[in-house]
């Protein structure tokens, strides 16, 4: 029997102070994540259960129970608080997936300021952009990646502190520069954790749109509600699992449940932060004996890349419940587990915006492969035809996938940009920017997206970003960044350049632009192709039309191209 049980009979009853009641939390009162998942559990008699697991890059391990993370916790937030943050101050989060940024995650919160987590591959300027936007007061960050913080820092007036959590010699620092190596820090038992309320702003992450820069999706303490039943009932965790989530914290899904769904329930969560070879996570699975795993289909078709044959060196009895999030799942991948784990993949759809899993394959209900699944309860959900804005009731018909707002952890804005998330909303429906079908049994079918976003392995890049990086190289007089059909990360960028007067298209000036671009962007948003060209292709008022570029690589109908500029 799963946690959830009847889907059905949760439908007829849901109300989300189902999970208000068991958090203990009732409206208007104090509420606080990083109390949630560390005090709280504590209090409940977990001190002594192991809340992480940690194994990095050449074996280092580390192993902390919850009364570990609710003093670490305690000592970073109070050394926030002693060097002058407050609440509502931006804090970025800039580490690999070390320790140290899961304690600093609580810690910030627990000041009442707001976290900005950004993933560590991002390159200076990307770090530069999200930063300036935020208007971030502090960044704590490692040795390995103060020179991308150095570059930038000077051209960020808001940025008072960059906190390094590794060794440095005095002589060492520049300005600005503090060095707090929590574990060295005098533990502190008690603090006063700072009183936020259901919307007092949490986690701000930054996600990729079309046009313009990322977007900063805030979100409020109150999306603890909607998080703890999500886990619970979806990811079916319970009191003696071993839980692996593989998403870094840079992203929604390792926040909301790398950090936050575990630990608000008082689960052990494993982090394996060296990379990825099917040898190791099979060998992780094993050694850690991990029940229930949360993965991307990306990295599912890698696994399955790998072949069957390995997966038999291992036992991976312990397994229990699996789910997937990010891309699309393809039926095959469910098929896949079936066999090889005894299990399938369970596909959850959801969004940094959503905060938490909308629609999803239940554990205890048919799972139809290649299917997202039935909406959350509580959460109501349609496809609206794409000129009305309606709901479509007929099944298998293509409509946008569409939310009624209102449940816990929907995003509250965009980081200073209204304007951008008011756009988001039509007749009363929050459109998530997806297109999806409904069948007559109720359950979601992706078809893709509704913008020119290519989703990449699970990372979401905003065609604009990868073209103003190729701009800035003097050769480059424009640019067009599409998908290509790939294999692994189902689509990766593809670049169209044509060249200023004077430059020759040629191997080396492709490397250049490269390594230029290298610098700024992070790995997963580099072109995996570059295609010079004459010209672009463009309508007649000088709009590139992407869309024929797109059709191209994928082998698709061009379409309507009457808008089409020929001379
Ligand atoms: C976009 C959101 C929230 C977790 C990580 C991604 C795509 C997400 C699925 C799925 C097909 C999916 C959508 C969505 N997506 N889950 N199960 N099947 N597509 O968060 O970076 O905000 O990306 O990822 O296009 O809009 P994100």
Redesign the pocket.
């Known amino acids: 029997m799963s946690n959830m049980g009847s889907y059905d009979e949760r439908l007829k009853n849901f109300t989300w102070s189902i999970a208000a009641e068991e958090l203990g939390y009732k409206d208007g009162e104090v509420v606080n994540i990083g109390w949630y998942c560390s005090d709280r559990i504590c209090d409940l008699g977990k001190a002594e259960k192991t809340a992480l697991y940690y194994e990095g890059f050449g074996g280092a391990q580390r192993s902390y129970t919850f009364n570990d993370i609710r003093l670490i916790s305690n000592t970073i937030g109070t050394f926030l608080r002693n060097i002058g943050l407050v609440n509502e101050d931006r804090v970025c989060l800039f580490m690999d997936r070390i320790p140290e940024l899961y304690f600093s995650f609580l810690g910030v919160l627990k000041i009442g300021a707001i976290v900005q987590p950004l993933f560590s591959a991002f390159g200076d300027e990307s770090l530069f952009i999200r930063l300036e936007n935020a208007q971030t007061r502090a960044i704590i960050t490692q040795k390995k990646h103060l020179s991308k913080v150095r570059k930038i820092k000077d051209r960020l007036p808001y940025l008072e502190f960059i906190i390094i959590v590794d060794q440095l010699k005095e002589t060492e620092l520049e300005g600005k520069e503090i060095v707090f190596r929590f574990e060295n820090a005098e533990p502190v038992d008690k603090m006063a954790i700072y009183p936020t309320k259901a919307e007092s702003p949490s986690v701000l ?1 930054y ?2 749109g079309t046009t313009g820069q990322p977007k900063g ?1 805030k979100h409020v303490h109150l999306s603890l509600v909607s998080q703890y039943l999500t886990t619970k009932w979806v990811l079916d965790l319970r009191d003696d699992d071993i839980y692996w989530c593989t ?1 870094d914290p840079g ?3 390792g926040t ?1 449940y790398g950090i936050i769904g575990p630990w608000c329930m008082g689960i052990t969560q494993c982090v394996l932060d060296s990379g990825f070879s099917a040898q190791s996570w099979y060998q992780f699975i094993e050694k850690n004996k991990i029940t229930v795993w949360y993965s ?2 990306t990295a599912i078709r890698s696994l399955m890349k790998a072949g069957d044959e390995i997966i038999r060196n291992f036992n991976l009895s312990s397994l229990r419940h699996l789910a ?6 393809n039926s095959e991948a469910v098929i896949w587990a079936e066999k090889n784990f005894g299990k399938p993949f369970h ?8 905060g938490s ?1 909308m ?2 394959n239940f554990p205890g209900m048919k799972v139809k492969p290649g299917s ?1 699944g039935k909406p959350f309860p509580g959460i109501i959900a349609a496809v609206l035809e794409q000129k009305t804005f309606e709901p479509i009731d007929e099944p298998g018909k293509i409509g946008l ?1 569409a939310f009624r707002p209102g449940w816990p952890s929907m995003m509250r804005t965009y980081w200073n940009n209204q304007e951008k998330y008011n756009e988001k909303f039509v007749n009363g429906w929050y459109l ?3 297109k999806a079908t409904i069948d007559n049994e109720g359950y979601f079918w ?1 078809i ?2 509704d913008d020119d ?1 290519i ?1 990449t392995g ?3 890049v905003s065609p604009f970003e990868v073209e103003s990086a190729l701009l800035e190289h003097a050769a480059v007089g424009e640019s067009a960044v599409v998908s290509k059909p790939d294999e692994i990360n189902m689509e990766v960028v593809k670049a169209f350049i044509s060249l200023k007067p004077g430059y020759v298209p040629n191997k080396e000036l492709e490397l250049e632009i490269m390594n230029f671009i290298r610098k700024k962007l992070s790995s997963f948003a580099m072109p995996q192709e570059v295609e010079f060209v004459e010209k672009l292709p463009k309508t007649r008022s000088g709009k590139i039309m992407r869309r024929v570029l797109h059709a191209q690589e994928w082998g698709e109908e061009i379409g309507d191209i009457s808008t089409l500029e020929n001379d």
């Open positions: 992450h996600t990729s999706v998403a992203w929604v899904t909301s991307a289909p997937s999030v990010g891309e699309p799942l596909d959850t759809f959801w969004q940094t915006e959503t899993i629609i999803t997202m996938i998530t920017g997806d992706f893709g997206r976003v989703n699970g990372h979401l």
